[in-house]
């Protein structure tokens, strides 16, 4: 049994407004995924990374990444789990790239240093070593689209905080004409990893926000679902870490941070950052890490970029479904 | 005499190159390059102290949580703070959850395709639902006889595969109950630190969240279950994988020095741990204790200009690209001047060396009459595979103690000040071994920060004294059978764990790459 597009888009972008995405998301996804779309390759490819987006992936629960590699995508290279190594790893790559061209989606994780290809070598080919940002640029243009996973690759990132010893790049700024999705996050929950590809595989692009990020779980900010908000209008803020109240005064970036996290929870929806006792740190947006000296990641924000967002009780019907449709 | 270049070497985390050379089937000659840099030491220069545990953690995603317990240590000796018990014990179970999750995903999802025949679940007969499915999956894909056909488990290097089919599928079951182990294992560690990877509750004067039961009572569930894998189906694995590749205990030995600096503070002033720390000196029979001073970095063969053989917290680089004789952007430390491995075999043999744990103790003695070979034949690729697996367990039965501890009366941080002046010093250990950081904080902010990274050690180039480092040496020697399909090199690599992102944060600022020459 399959699903139309229309009923995936629905569930997709009413579910974040109340439920745990991931509770809407198995039994549907499950059933719209009765065979892998077409063995249609991703090929994914780290520069400047920490490997936590890929090790997060690996944290999908529904569905899990076993079931994702093998009935949702086909995984033809990725660095961290693939069987082969060196020429043997390579030569499918470039081999599938070719057969591929204009079909395979291509997932960036980390950074692109600009500043002296030493600085990111990937692999060799006939004894030459192969700069990630000729990678990046080969591979990207003859992909039907890029997503890049982990806020590295979608903005620059840590890497990329001032003063940038490498010249690090977001992957946007590498080949701004390609077709693109930004998964930002430090790392990316995987219900957004996973929901994205299969989405790009199944259905195409889904609607992004002007920053690339898919709006269905970047929609809303952290600030407009926090448990901790009635602290918020209360005005009861925590002075140290582990004390009840706001996290605004130990840095909070809730206000301007595009994340559902605050509705999905983290880790199978244990836990999550802010219900944890820590103030969100931002790393949705292209501005973590927040560079000093104006700003840093506990430092608290400017008070213009609080608030003006309408407490959801006080919101009239019609207002109510516009947020709900996305910000303009 | 033949030459190959393994680039880039996958199931590690980050970019690593190797390049050996073959003479009469063996490996005589060997080069370790880390190919990726970033340059945390000059990111952190200027921010705010706290920023430290959030932005260090990012150095690598698979062992965060070791880099939050380092820069918390590190920042707590600098603030002079002293976390509660609750914080103290939070800390630990964080930290262990990871080792927990890191050492499972290391043997079957980096490890396990070079011994594991993968392919021998097209032969499976039984009923269980799951592996039918990938069965079904393996067989349609060999079929379709497409290019890509069952990646990312084929291609793979022709090779000594474990031939018993039932070994195999029962191997291809544990892969898949391992992700979900190690996902768990996760789960665990945010129940306490909000998420994971990078984790959000560690921070200078002891943890965020607040140990209520239920948090308790989840905590423990899921490590029972994972206790149960540990005990039943990750050591037994491990075992089997060893007796089928006996020869495995002769290769891979490296050089036999071994450097901890001790994990898991057991009480508050950090003088007791799960863990010990201590140097092990090849062919004594004690240990030596730990004295950081005697931890030096050498630039002969680094690609900088400052001065060779210096303290890490005195150190001040001057990245200097043209330099006659330099091959690596990477400093080679070393411990009174000479070469250490670290890791589980470091921290496993120092701990029952200096007898500070029974359960260590027996769990070695029994393993080894288990497989019947001598402490010696633990300085192995199997050696390594062995210890991480027994140093699970004794991770994983102590978090069972350390939850239970917790106390939901009481707090778990202690409020601090950030001095205007100061310095610090961190020393733990992640999962791949021996961490150190190092802070200098002026006018309230980040003067100076240092870390100095476990596969940093064990990857490490030539020192002055020309001695190459731990994986070079367990290189040499390795027999291969076929240069084009240079598996057993790839076994001994793999052995260490090894982790680039971690390797190429050498402090002392600069461009930094790891190339190593042995000769």
Same mark, same amino acid.
């Given at each position: ?41 991703v ?16 944290? &999908? ?9 093998t ?29 591929y ?27 030459? &070593? ?20 982990g ?5 620059g ?15 946007r ?20 990893i ?22 269905v ?19 009861k ?51 973590f ?22 407490? &959801? ?16 | 005499?033949?030459?190959t ?16 050379e ?12 880390g @190919?990726?840099f ?30 939050a ?7 707590d ?25 890191s ?11 070079d ?24 067989? @349609? ?16 290097? @022709? ?60 905590y ?27 020869q ?30 201590g ?9 030596t ?27 001040e ?11 690596s ?16 075999l ?13 359960k260590?103790?027996?769990?070695i ?70 961490l ?10 980040i ?36 240069i ?13 764990d090894?982790?680039?992102?971690c ?17």
């Amino acid at each position: 049994m399959s699903i139309t597009r229309r009923k995936f888009l629905q569930i997709l972008s009413c579910s974040g407004a109340a439920v745990s995405l991931s509770q809407v998301w198995f039994p549907e996804i499950v059933q719209a995924i009765t065979k892998k779309a077409g063995n249609l390759p991703v090929f994914w490819i780290q520069g400047q990374n920490c490997s936590g987006c890929s090790v997060s992936a690996l944290n &999908a629960t529904y569905p899990d990444i076993a079931k994702v590699i093998t009935e949702v995508i086909s995984l033809e290279f990725h660095p961290t789990v693939m069987a082969a190594a060196g020429n043997l790893a390579l030569t499918p790559l470039y081999r599938g790239v070719e057969k591929y061209r204009g079909k395979f989606v291509l997932v960036v994780e980390g950074s692109v240093p600009t500043g002296g290809e030493v600085f990111c070598t990937v692999g060799e080919a006939k004894g030459k &070593a192969i700069s990630f940002e000729r990678w990046v640029k080969d591979l990207g243009m003859a992909a039907k689209a890029i997503i890049n996973v982990g806020t590295c690759s979608a903005f620059g990132g840590i890497p990329a905080a001032q003063p940038n010893p490498t010249g690090a790049k977001a992957v946007r700024d590498i080949i701004p004409g390609a077709t693109m999705i930004n998964i930002p996050g430090c790392p990316p929950h995987p219900d957004w990893i996973v929901g994205t590809i299969a989405h790009v595989l199944l259905f195409g692009l889904p609607a992004l926000d002007e920053e690339k990020r898919p709006k269905v779980f970047f929609d809303k900010v952290i600030h407009e679902n926090c448990e901790r908000r009635s602290y918020f209008e209360d005005k009861k803020f925590a002075k140290h870490f582990s004390e009840e109240g706001c996290l605004l005064e130990l840095g909070c970036k809730g206000p301007i941070a595009h994340c559902d996290v605050s509705i999905r929870g983290w880790n199978n929806g244990v836990n999550w950052c802010v219900r944890s006792g820590s103030p969100c740190i931002g790393c949705t947006e292209p501005a973590f890490p927040f560079d000093p000296p104006a700003e840093g990641l506990y430092h608290r924000l400017a008070e213009e970029k609080i608030g003006g967002i309408p407490w &959801a009780r006080n919101l009239s019907p019609t207002k109510m479904a516009s947020l709900v449709k996305g910000r303009g | 005499m033949h030459k190959t270049v393994i680039d880039p070497v996958t199931r590690i985390e980050g970019h690593l190159k190797i390049e050996i050379e073959v003479d009469k089937g063996k490996i005589v000659n060997a080069k370790c390059f880390g @190919e990726m840099f970033r340059g945390w030491e000059i990111i952190l220069k200027g921010r705010n102290p706290l920023d430290a545990q959030m932005i260090t953690q990012r150095i690598c995603g698979v062992c965060p949580a070791s880099h939050a317990q380092a820069s918390a240590l590190n920042l707590d000796s600098a603030f002079r703070v002293t976390p509660p018990d609750n914080g103290r014990l939070i800390r630990n179970l964080i930290l262990g959850s990871n080792y927990i999750q890191s050492h499972i995903l290391h043997f079957y999802h980096l490890a396990a395709l070079d011994y594991v025949d993968i392919t021998a679940i097209l032969k499976y007969k039984g009923k269980d639902p799951n592996l039918n499915r990938i069965k079904a999956w393996a067989k @349609e894909e060999l079929e379709s006889k497409r290019p890509g056909a069952l990646a990312p488990f084929l291609p793979r290097y @022709e090779g000594d595969y474990i031939a018993d089919t039932e070994i195999n599928i029962a191997a291809i079951s544990h892969y898949l109950k391992a992700l979900e182990m190690r996902r768990k294992a996760h789960e665990m560690l945010a129940l306490f630190g909000g998420k994971m990877p990078h984790e959000m509750g560690v921070v200078p004067g002891g943890v965020t969240e607040k140990p209520t039961v239920d948090k308790i009572a989840s905590y423990l569930y899921r490590l029972k279950e994972i206790q149960e894998f540990i005990d039943n189906i990750y050591i037994p694995d491990v075992i089997a994988v060893a007796k089928a590749y006996p020869q495995y205990f002769k290769i891979g030995r490296g050089v036999e020095n071994l450097l901890a600096y001790g994990v898991f503070e057991e009480d508050s002033d950090g003088t007791k741990k799960l863990l010990s720390s201590g140097v092990y000196f090849k062919g004594r029979k004690e240990i030596t204790p730990l004295d950081e001073t005697k931890i030096a970095e050498y630039v002969k063969y680094s690609r900088y200009s400052s001065a060779s053989g210096r303290h890490p917290s005195q150190g001040e680089t001057t990245p200097q690209t043209e330099k006659e004789g330099a091959y690596s952007w990477l400093k080679a430390p070393r411990y009174e001047g000479q070469v250490m491995e670290v890791g589980p075999l470091a921290r496993m043999v120092v701990t029952h060396m200096s007898s500070k744990n029974e359960k260590v103790s027996s769990l070695i003695s029994k393993t080894l009459k288990d497989l019947n070979i001598s402490q010696s034949s633990l300085f192995s690729v199997m050696g390594r595979h062995a210890a991480r697996a027994l140093e699970c367990k004794v991770v994983a039965d102590r978090c069972a103690e350390w939850v239970n501890a917790l106390d939901p009366s009481k707090p778990v941080h202690t409020p601090y000040e950030i001095p205007a002046e100061g310095n610090g010093m961190g020393l733990t250990e992640a999962s791949r071994g021996a961490l150190g950081h190092w802070i200098v904080i002026k006018d309230r902010r980040i003067e100076n920060y240092q870390c100095v990274v476990p596969t940093t050690w064990n990857a490490s180039p030539r020192d002055d004294k020309n001695q190459p480092g731990p994986i070079e040496q367990a290189l040499i020697g390795t027999p291969i059978k076929d240069i084009n399909n240079p598996i057993e090199a790839v076994r001994v690599v793999r052995s260490f764990d090894p982790c680039i992102a971690c390797a190429v944060h050498i402090m002392e600022g600069g461009k930094e790459i790891k190339s190593f020459k042995v000769v």
